[in-house]
Structures are given as C-alpha cells and as structure tokens.
C-alpha cells in the first residue's frame, strides 16, 4: 500500500519536500493555516501595486538547479532569471554611494579606488570565498551529519587549519585582517542580516556569501519571488498532492509514542504514517505537541537566539525613481552599535542599515502606470512587537534616512500608497517564534550545521520538520536543501550529499 504523509504549513521548505516525497510514491497532504501557498514568500495586492512582504534576493542559484533536476527540470529557464547589472547598489550615510556588479573584475576596481591594495585583496578573499563556499555546500550543507566518514574527507582534512581558523573567530574580525575602510567591510559582512545574524556575532565561515556577491552574480526570477512558490507547486502538481488552505492545525496526534495524525481547528482528524512541521519548529514544539512529547520545550528556546524581526514598509511613489536599482542597500555609520542594538541589546536601533527593493525596475507592472514601487526591510530584535504609532515612525525615519542617503528629497511627499506589515503580523500570519521574520535561528556557530535543531522529533516516533528552522538554515535555498535532508530521513538514507534521481 501506498504511504502517506502530511505536512504541517505550505512554506516553500514544506511544499518542496511534498514534491520529494509525492515523486517518490507518499501520498501527500499539505496543510496550510493561510489562504495560498508560499508562506513567507508573499506578496499584498493593494490599489494597483503589488508588494511584496518576503524575499527578495535570488541566492545560491546553483542550489534551485539542483532541486529541480532531481524532476528532470531546469530552474533558470522555469524560473526565466534574469542576471542583474549592475548586482545591487549600497548607500551611506556620509560617503558617495558604490555599485556592486557582481563580477570581480569590475569590482576590484571600485575596492581599490576607496583603498590602496583593496582590490588585489578582494581578489584573494573571494578566491578564498568560493573554496569555503565550494568545501561548505559539498560537505556541510547537504549532509545529516549521521555518519563521520561524510566530513572526514580530504578536502575537509586537507583544509582543517583554515576551516577551524574560520568558525573560531567571527566574520567581522576576520574581514577586518584584509580591509580597514568601513564601507568595504560592509559589503564583505552585511550578507549576515540575510542568515538572521550579526558578522560581530556569526563564524566567519558565512565569507562564503561573498562567492555569491563576487562571483556566481545576482539573479532575480522575472516573473517575481512569488513565482518561486507558484512553479514549486506547479513541480508537483502531476504528482497529486492534495492542499488544504485556510486549515490550521491545533495538535500533532501522539499515540504510543508515534505521531499519527493531525487536528484541525474544527476538529477534523487527519492520518497519515508520516507528519512533518514545516511550521516554525517552536510553534510545533510548544504548541502542537503535548508536553510529555516535546524533545525541544520553552527551556530550549530560551538558550537559542531567533533570527531577527523586521518592519516591512511598501510604498507606491508617484513618477520614477531612476537613480535607483532593483536591490538597494543603505548602511549606517554606526555599524557594530546596529547589530549590537538587535542581537545583544535586543532594543531598536536608532540609527538603522535598511534594505530598499524597488522591484518595478525589472517588473513595471507591480505599480500602476508612472509609478514605482518600493520595499523597506528594516531589521529590528526578535521578540519586540511593535504598536501602530511605533511602526509609523519606523517607518517614516527609514524613508527620510533612504531619501537623504539616495539624494530622492521629495520621496515622502511623492508617496500614495503605504503598506506596514510588523512583528505582530508575523506572529499572526506564520505563527512565528518570537515575531522572528525569517523562520528560524540566527546563523551563531552554536545553531548551524550539526548545531542546528534538528529535523526529526527526539521522543515521537515518525515526526520529522523541514525549512528555515531546521537543517541547514534561513532562506530559500536552504529550503530546498532541508527538504532533500528530511527527504533522507524519512527514507532512511544516511548518505550526505545532494539528492539524485537514482535515490528517488
Ligand atoms: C521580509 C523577508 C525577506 C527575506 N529575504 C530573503 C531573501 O532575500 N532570500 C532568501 O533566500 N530568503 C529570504 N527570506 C527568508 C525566507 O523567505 C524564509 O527563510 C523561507 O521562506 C522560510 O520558509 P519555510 O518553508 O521554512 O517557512 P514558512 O515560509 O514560514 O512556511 C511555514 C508555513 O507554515 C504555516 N503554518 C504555521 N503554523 C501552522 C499551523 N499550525 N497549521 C498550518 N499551517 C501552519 C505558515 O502559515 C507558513 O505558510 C526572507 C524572509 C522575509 C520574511
């Protein structure tokens, strides 16, 4: 008889995992306490604009490739990426704005046009990078950590000095060796707020992000981020898996020691031999599961650090908004004092970097006609939630800081359209742990890789997790990833690496 499993939440690490398991002969249920599928991948239709609420940024292309060939697909033409030129720009408070290409051999030029030796040293750093990122995607990412013999290899062995040199000290001390001007330590370390963790604070192994800046470029999927969660159903469709939406599950069914089912909020029962949370793993834990089966309870989470929240604030502006590109970021002086305010001082930083999308430059029709569209992502501590009044002026500061630092003066007045979404909606829409806006624990040595809670329950039986909270981490391509990983404890597959066709 055919198995069958359930999925708790619709999040793009449950749904690429019910495209592994439906593949493989599972029949699947996804249960889904929203309306549509994506989960933080969402977008809000408002007057004419669509705004984006989640991700932005296109990483680790290779990693999406990979997913989809195990379907026999190919993810850039699926996808119809785009490579952006220039990658991204970054604003600062005192200093004239840099545009990064994404391409090492224009970029060192504008590394040693601000210092003397920079651009031969971004050379070797990213030199550097890319073996890191090489040596951690092989070895570390796809891997379940259940047998020795995946990270004793050579090339681990080989490299053990530099790799232990680089997860005992942490990335801004280690960035800092190579480059003394602020802005350029900046671009080598702000990839950290992306893992929901601060480079004073993360190992500085996550120097891999800069392969991704300097080398493998910046790719956008044309049709939107929400396509991602669009095409990834779309991958299982013929597959059958059965969505439920507007369902919210209330309890995960324990009996004898084994998870046997699921029950909604109407008190509808559901069975399945195999129940994976895709929702955030606290929820799951001290939520859905009765105490005497929670393997990670209250005491657990109060040692871990969550990624951090955000304030989201779209914006329709009247005309255009030429000086900008697709990805924008804007960096405050008072860098070390930012993170430290998030992630140590857990208060909301006066002077904050933010990140600015104006996703009408590769997709006119997210705005009406003369109009632009922009997205503010502005990081704050996990666990404050915010009143209308705070986000209001949050949200006002961000755009008079952006509008200064960008040379737009008259960006507030040229605005027509607001949306705010806060930590509270985070809580309410994705029952997030601590208002965390990414969907898990931050990137600290102590929760990555093998330290990273992991995805199978430690005292129920056939209870499995996957995506951001789990193994390997935050972001969509980690998603991917974790699916493949649960996929193979699932299947009891105790071999790392990425999954191949064969092993379906
Ligand atoms: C503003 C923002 C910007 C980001 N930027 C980037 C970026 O640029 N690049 C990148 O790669 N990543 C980015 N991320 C991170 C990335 O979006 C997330 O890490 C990823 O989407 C998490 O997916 P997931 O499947 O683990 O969880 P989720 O997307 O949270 O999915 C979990 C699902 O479970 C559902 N659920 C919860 N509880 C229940 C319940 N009791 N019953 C039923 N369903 C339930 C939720 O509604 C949700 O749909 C960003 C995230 C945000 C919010």
């Known amino acids: 008889m055919k198995k069958s499993a359930i999925i708790i939440g619709a999040g793009y690490g449950g749904m690429a995992l019910a495209n592994l398991l439906a593949k ?13 599928s994506g989960g933080r991948i969402a977008a809000v239709k408002q007057n004419g604009y669509t705004f984006d609420i989640g991700p932005s940024w296109y990483l ?9 060939q195990i379907f026999g697909e190919l993810a850039h033409t699926r996808l ?16 004239d704005p840099l545009t990064i290409q994404g391409d090492i ?9 601000i210092e003397r030796g920079a651009g031969e040293k971004l050379e070797r750093y990213v030199q550097k990078s890319s073996l890191v990122y090489e040596l951690s995607v092989k070895y570390f990412l796809y891997n379940n950590f259940q047998r020795a013999r995946d990270i004793l290899r050579w090339p681990i062995i080989r490299n053990a000095p530099r790799m232990v040199r680089l997860v005992t000290q942490n990335l801004d001390t280690y960035v800092s060796k190579s480059f003394r001007d602020r802005r350029l330590r900046q671009l080598l370390e702000y990839h950290m707020v992306f893992l929901g963790s601060s480079p004073f604070q993360a190992p500085a192994i996550y120097t891999l992000m800069s392969h991704l800046d300097f080398k493998s470029g910046v790719f956008y999927p044309r049709a939107g981020m929400v396509s991602l969660a669009d095409d990834m159903k779309a991958l299982g469709d013929e597959f059958g898996i059965c969505y439920v939406f507007n369902a919210d599950v209330q309890e995960i069914i324990v009996k004898k020691g084994e998870a046997v089912g699921v029950r909604l909020g109407d008190d509808t029962e559901l069975r399945a031999d195999v129940i994976v949370s895709g929702a955030d793993l606290h929820h799951t834990e001290t939520t859905l599961l009765a105490k005497p089966h929670q393997s990670f309870d209250e005491k657990y989470w109060s040692a871990r650090q969550p990624g951090p929240g955000a304030l989201l604030v779209s914006v329709g502006v009247k005309g255009t908004l030429p000086s900008l590109e697709h990805h924008n970021l804007f960096f405050v002086d008072k860098w070390r004092e930012n993170f430290r305010a998030i992630y ?29 569209n922009l997205f503010f992502l502005v990081p704050i501590p996990a666990g404050v939630s915010l009143d209308e009044n705070e986000q209001a002026q949050l949200a006002d500061t961000a755009i008079s ?20 979404f806060g930590p509270q909606d985070f809580a309410d829409r994705y029952n997030a742990w601590e208002y965390n806006a990414f969907g898990g624990e931050s990137h600290l040595l102590s929760q990555s890789i093998m330290f990273r809670t992991p995805n199978k329950s430690k005292k129920v039986k056939n209870l499995y997790y996957v995506g951001a909270g789990s193994l390997p981490g935050i972001g969509l391509p980690m998603c991917l990833i974790s699916a493949q990983l649960t996929y193979k404890k699932i299947t009891n597959n105790r071999a790392a690496g990425p999954l191949k066709k064969e092993d379906m």
């Open 24 to 36: 493989s002969g599972y029949t699947v249920t996804v249960i889904e306490k929203n309306a549509q």
């Open 60 to 68: 680790m292309p290779e990693v999406f490739e990979q997913y989809y």
């Open 80 to 95: 119809d990426l785009v490579r952006f030129k220039p990658g991204y720009r970054v604003y600062f408070e005192h200093d």
């Open 105 to 113: 051999e224009h970029d060192r030029h504008t590394f040693e046009a």
């Open 344 to 372: 140590e001082d857990k208060i909301i930083p006066k002077d904050a970097s933010v990140y600015v999308c104006n996703p009408t430059k590769t997709d006119p029709t997210l705005a009406p006609e003369g109009h632009e």
């Open 401 to 420: 800081t952006f509008s200064a630092a960008a040379s737009i003066p008259d960006l507030a007045e040229r605005i027509v359209e607001k949306n705010i």
